[in-house]
């Protein structure tokens, strides 16, 4: 049983646990955040999800992520799941978008990280993960542009890509 802490729409906390899987009560949302991990020599790692997940199975996408755990601040959150899908530990984080789901009832961070590490050392998280690859930046962007990214997804990486200018 994965439990969460429930936030109000201005992120401030509600003081009431959620279980995944259950109704959230009106007004109340949860916490998600994701990373979009570039290697200095300006590469950014996909991760191909689990054939089994439920949504996208078989699919590329430009991050790790998921719900804050109880307790859990979106840099605690954001510094487990990189490290749980792609075995990456790193402090180097910037947020880089924030959006409230309505809709999935969700505040929602997607952050940059900057990383050295081995590109040949990512681990894969069962269930979760398949493979992974790098891809240059025009690759990359390429990559966004195409049908192969996940739709909600593509849409906050052309935002940031456009932010940059690169598009």
Sequence with gaps: MEVWDGYFRDGT??????IRGEVLPDDV???VCEVLVQHKDGDYLLMRRDLSKPNYGGYYEATAGG??????DKMACIKRELLEETGIVSENFEEIDHFVFDDDKCIFYTFL??????KTSISLQKGETMS?????ETDF????NSGEMIET?????????????YL
Aim: glycine residues 4%; proline residues 0%; positive net charge.
């Design 132 to 136: 992974y690859k790098w891809l240059n």
């Design 153 to 165: 997804q593509k849409k906050r990486y052309l935002n940031y890509f456009n932010q940059k200018g």
């Design 141 to 144: 962007i390429s990559f966004v």
């Design 29 to 31: 949302y949860h916490l």
């Design 67 to 72: 719900s804050a755990l109880k307790g859990e």
């Design 13 to 18: 906390r509600a003081n009431i646990d959620l």
């Design 113 to 118: 990280c900057v990383t050295d590490c081995d």
